[in-house]
Protein backbone atom coordinates (compact mmCIF):
# COMPACT_ATOMS: atom_id res chain seq x y z
CA UNK A 1 0.00 0.00 0.00
CA UNK A 2 1.48 3.43 -0.79
CA UNK A 3 1.53 6.10 2.05
CA UNK A 4 0.23 7.89 3.58
CA UNK A 5 -2.05 5.27 4.85
CA UNK A 6 -5.92 5.25 6.09
CA UNK A 7 -4.57 6.46 9.61
CA UNK A 8 -1.41 8.07 8.65
CA UNK A 9 -0.53 10.97 6.57
CA UNK A 10 3.10 11.05 7.50
CA UNK A 11 5.25 10.63 3.95
CA UNK A 12 7.19 8.13 3.47
CA UNK A 13 10.74 8.42 5.61
CA UNK A 14 8.79 10.32 7.64
CA UNK A 15 9.32 7.49 10.57
CA UNK A 16 12.51 6.87 12.24
CA UNK A 17 13.63 2.71 12.01
CA UNK A 18 11.98 2.91 16.64
CA UNK A 19 9.11 3.99 17.22
CA UNK A 20 8.38 4.40 20.75
CA UNK A 21 4.12 3.76 21.29
CA UNK A 22 2.65 5.31 24.21
CA UNK A 23 -1.32 4.50 24.70
CA UNK A 24 -2.71 8.17 24.99
CA UNK A 25 -1.89 11.04 22.54
CA UNK A 26 -0.63 13.49 25.08
CA UNK A 27 2.06 11.29 26.13
CA UNK A 28 2.92 10.83 22.59
CA UNK A 29 3.60 14.31 22.78
CA UNK A 30 4.95 14.73 26.12
CA UNK A 31 7.74 12.45 25.30
CA UNK A 32 8.33 14.35 22.02
CA UNK A 33 8.86 17.62 23.92
CA UNK A 34 10.63 16.40 26.96
CA UNK A 35 12.89 13.24 25.53
CA UNK A 36 13.47 14.24 22.16
CA UNK A 37 15.97 16.86 20.60
CA UNK A 38 14.20 18.53 17.32
CA UNK A 39 10.50 16.49 17.26
CA UNK A 40 8.51 17.19 14.02
CA UNK A 41 4.90 16.40 14.33
CA UNK A 42 4.53 13.70 11.02
CA UNK A 43 1.30 12.62 12.10
CA UNK A 44 -1.97 14.03 13.20
CA UNK A 45 -4.69 12.20 12.14
CA UNK A 46 -7.86 11.46 14.72
CA UNK A 47 -5.01 13.86 17.19
CA UNK A 48 -3.19 10.60 17.01
CA UNK A 49 0.05 12.63 17.26
CA UNK A 50 3.08 10.70 15.76
CA UNK A 51 6.46 12.94 15.99
CA UNK A 52 10.21 12.26 15.04
CA UNK A 53 13.02 13.31 16.45
CA UNK A 54 17.00 12.13 17.57
CA UNK A 55 17.77 10.82 20.86
CA UNK A 56 21.85 10.98 21.74
CA UNK A 57 22.10 11.33 18.39
CA UNK A 58 19.37 8.39 17.21
CA UNK A 59 16.96 9.05 15.02
CA UNK A 60 13.53 8.10 17.02
CA UNK A 61 9.85 8.28 16.35
CA UNK A 62 6.93 8.45 18.99
CA UNK A 63 3.15 7.63 18.46
CA UNK A 64 -0.04 7.23 20.38
CA UNK A 65 -1.61 3.85 19.85
CA UNK A 66 -4.60 4.49 20.95
CA UNK A 67 -6.37 2.30 23.18
CA UNK A 68 -7.18 -1.46 23.09
CA UNK A 69 -6.21 -4.29 20.49
CA UNK A 70 -8.13 -2.73 17.38
CA UNK A 71 -6.24 0.69 17.45
CA UNK A 72 -2.87 -0.92 18.42
CA UNK A 73 -3.39 -3.63 15.93
CA UNK A 74 -3.75 -0.49 13.13
CA UNK A 75 -1.21 1.70 13.89
CA UNK A 76 1.66 -0.76 14.61
CA UNK A 77 0.21 -2.49 11.24
CA UNK A 78 0.95 0.50 8.99
CA UNK A 79 3.84 1.37 10.40
CA UNK A 80 5.50 -1.96 9.95
CA UNK A 81 4.18 -2.92 6.43
CA UNK A 82 3.94 0.74 4.84
CA UNK A 83 6.32 3.01 6.36
CA UNK A 84 9.73 0.17 7.16
CA UNK A 85 9.61 0.51 11.15
CA UNK A 86 11.56 -2.05 12.07
CA UNK A 87 10.73 -2.20 15.94
CA UNK A 88 7.96 -0.59 18.63
CA UNK A 89 8.47 -0.34 21.70
CA UNK A 90 5.26 0.26 23.61
CA UNK A 91 5.50 1.82 26.75
CA UNK A 92 2.16 2.32 28.69
CA UNK A 93 0.83 1.25 31.65
CA UNK A 94 -0.93 -1.47 32.92
CA UNK A 95 -2.80 -3.05 36.70
CA UNK A 96 -0.48 -5.31 38.85
CA UNK A 97 -2.05 -8.51 39.42
CA UNK A 98 1.14 -9.77 41.06
CA UNK A 99 1.92 -9.42 45.06
CA UNK A 100 5.61 -8.30 44.31
CA UNK A 101 4.42 -5.23 41.83
CA UNK A 102 3.36 -1.85 43.19
CA UNK A 103 2.47 1.43 42.02
CA UNK A 104 5.22 2.58 39.78
CA UNK A 105 7.40 -0.58 39.14
CA UNK A 106 7.96 -1.60 35.80
CA UNK A 107 6.69 -4.62 33.57
CA UNK A 108 8.88 -6.54 30.81
CA UNK A 109 5.89 -8.22 28.68
CA UNK A 110 7.97 -11.45 28.16
CA UNK A 111 4.79 -12.84 26.32
CA UNK A 112 1.33 -11.82 26.55
CA UNK A 113 -1.75 -13.67 26.79
CA UNK A 114 -6.00 -12.56 25.04
CA UNK A 115 -9.17 -12.96 25.47
CA UNK A 116 -9.18 -11.18 22.46
CA UNK A 117 -9.32 -12.43 18.63
CA UNK A 118 -7.01 -11.00 17.15
CA UNK A 119 -4.53 -13.87 16.14
CA UNK A 120 -7.81 -15.61 14.74
CA UNK A 121 -7.20 -13.75 11.47
CA UNK A 122 -4.00 -16.21 10.69
CA UNK A 123 -5.92 -19.52 10.69
CA UNK A 124 -3.44 -21.10 12.50
CA UNK A 125 -3.91 -25.04 13.17
CA UNK A 126 -3.57 -23.90 17.06
CA UNK A 127 -3.23 -21.52 19.50
CA UNK A 128 0.00 -18.67 18.13
CA UNK A 129 2.18 -17.22 21.91
CA UNK A 130 2.68 -13.57 21.10
CA UNK A 131 6.39 -12.68 22.28
CA UNK A 132 8.30 -10.01 22.86
CA UNK A 133 11.99 -9.74 20.63
CA UNK A 134 14.14 -11.16 22.92
CA UNK A 135 17.63 -8.94 22.15
CA UNK A 136 15.09 -6.01 22.79
CA UNK A 137 13.87 -7.71 26.46
CA UNK A 138 17.11 -8.57 27.01
CA UNK A 139 18.60 -4.58 26.81
CA UNK A 140 15.38 -3.81 28.27
CA UNK A 141 16.90 -6.13 31.82
CA UNK A 142 20.26 -4.89 31.37
CA UNK A 143 18.67 -1.41 31.36
CA UNK A 144 16.93 -1.63 34.05
CA UNK A 145 19.79 -2.88 36.16
CA UNK A 146 21.93 -0.58 35.19
CA UNK A 147 19.15 2.08 36.65
CA UNK A 148 18.51 -0.10 39.89
CA UNK A 149 14.39 0.31 39.17
CA UNK A 150 11.80 -2.27 40.19
CA UNK A 151 11.21 -4.32 37.18
CA UNK A 152 10.06 -8.00 36.73
CA UNK A 153 9.92 -9.54 33.15
CA UNK A 154 6.79 -12.21 32.67
CA UNK A 155 3.61 -12.47 31.45
CA UNK A 156 1.12 -10.09 30.61
CA UNK A 157 -2.52 -9.97 29.48
CA UNK A 158 -3.94 -8.40 26.86
CA UNK A 159 -7.75 -7.56 27.48
CA UNK A 160 -10.22 -6.62 25.23
CA UNK A 161 -12.38 -5.15 28.23
CA UNK A 162 -11.49 -2.58 30.69
CA UNK A 163 -14.86 -2.50 32.87
CA UNK A 164 -15.23 -6.28 32.96
CA UNK A 165 -18.36 -7.74 34.15
CA UNK A 166 -16.82 -11.48 35.14
CA UNK A 167 -13.75 -9.04 36.83
CA UNK A 168 -11.91 -11.94 35.48
CA UNK A 169 -8.08 -10.25 35.51
CA UNK A 170 -7.30 -11.60 38.77
CA UNK A 171 -7.61 -15.38 37.43
CA UNK A 172 -4.62 -14.91 35.11
CA UNK A 173 -2.47 -14.18 38.44
CA UNK A 174 -2.63 -18.38 39.35
CA UNK A 175 -0.80 -18.67 36.18
CA UNK A 176 1.90 -16.05 36.92
CA UNK A 177 1.14 -13.46 34.96
CA UNK A 178 2.33 -10.16 36.06
CA UNK A 179 -0.15 -7.56 34.88
CA UNK A 180 -3.54 -6.75 32.87
CA UNK A 181 -3.38 -4.26 29.88
CA UNK A 182 -5.26 -3.53 26.27
CA UNK A 183 -2.77 -4.25 23.66
CA UNK A 184 0.76 -6.15 24.21
CA UNK A 185 -0.75 -9.07 22.04
CA UNK A 186 -1.76 -7.55 19.22
CA UNK A 187 1.40 -5.25 18.78
CA UNK A 188 3.30 -9.05 19.18
CA UNK A 189 1.36 -10.19 16.58
CA UNK A 190 1.61 -7.99 14.33
CA UNK A 191 5.49 -7.68 14.78
CA UNK A 192 5.55 -11.53 14.36
CA UNK A 193 3.78 -11.37 11.16
CA UNK A 194 5.74 -8.91 9.56
CA UNK A 195 9.03 -10.17 10.58
CA UNK A 196 9.64 -7.70 12.62
CA UNK A 197 10.46 -6.25 16.36
CA UNK A 198 8.51 -5.31 19.55
CA UNK A 199 8.47 -4.94 23.00
CA UNK A 200 5.95 -4.13 25.50
CA UNK A 201 7.55 -1.70 28.79
CA UNK A 202 4.90 -1.43 31.16
CA UNK A 203 4.51 1.20 34.27
CA UNK A 204 2.56 -0.21 36.85
CA UNK A 205 -0.46 2.33 37.40
CA UNK A 206 -2.59 0.30 39.43
CA UNK A 207 -2.86 -2.49 41.36
CA UNK A 208 -6.11 -4.87 42.13
CA UNK A 209 -4.16 -5.88 45.08
CA UNK A 210 -2.90 -2.71 46.32
CA UNK A 211 -6.13 -0.28 45.05
CA UNK A 212 -5.15 2.40 47.67
CA UNK A 213 -1.78 2.93 45.64
CA UNK A 214 -3.43 3.71 42.63
CA UNK A 215 -2.07 7.00 40.39
CA UNK A 216 -4.27 9.44 38.80
CA UNK A 217 -4.71 9.86 34.98
CA UNK A 218 -2.61 13.44 35.36
CA UNK A 219 0.55 11.42 37.35
CA UNK A 220 0.34 8.56 35.06
CA UNK A 221 0.85 11.15 32.05
CA UNK A 222 3.50 12.78 34.03
CA UNK A 223 5.78 10.63 36.07
CA UNK A 224 6.77 7.87 33.71
CA UNK A 225 10.20 8.98 33.68
CA UNK A 226 11.95 5.92 34.18
CA UNK A 227 9.93 3.49 31.27
CA UNK A 228 10.91 6.37 28.99
CA UNK A 229 14.72 6.25 29.84
CA UNK A 230 14.60 2.80 29.50
CA UNK A 231 12.62 2.49 26.30
CA UNK A 232 15.10 5.22 25.05
CA UNK A 233 18.41 3.47 25.40
CA UNK A 234 17.15 0.30 24.32
CA UNK A 235 15.86 1.88 21.19
N1 LIG B 1 -6.89 -2.92 33.07
C1 LIG B 1 -6.69 -2.82 31.76
N2 LIG B 1 -5.82 -1.95 31.26
C2 LIG B 1 -5.15 -1.17 32.12
C3 LIG B 1 -5.33 -1.26 33.48
C4 LIG B 1 -6.25 -2.17 33.97
O1 LIG B 1 -6.45 -2.30 35.19
N3 LIG B 1 -4.51 -0.33 34.06
C5 LIG B 1 -3.86 0.28 33.07
N4 LIG B 1 -4.23 -0.23 31.88
Known sequence: MPVPTPHIEAKEGDFARTVLMPGDPLRSKYIAENFLENPVLVNN????QGYTGTYKGKRISVMASGMGQP????????LFNFYNVE???RVGSCGSIDKD????????????????????QYGLPGTFAPIADFELLRKAVDVCEEKGVRYKVGNIFSSDMFYDD?????VWAKMG???VEMES?????????AGKKALCICTVSDSFLYPEENTTAEERQ?????MMEIALEIA
Open 101 to 120: LHVRDIILAQAACTNGNYAS
Open 166 to 170: MDSGL
Open 185 to 193: AALYCNAAR
Open 87 to 89: QII
Open 222 to 226: NSFTA
Open 71 to 78: AIGIYSYE
Open 45 to 48: VRGV
Open 177 to 179: VLG
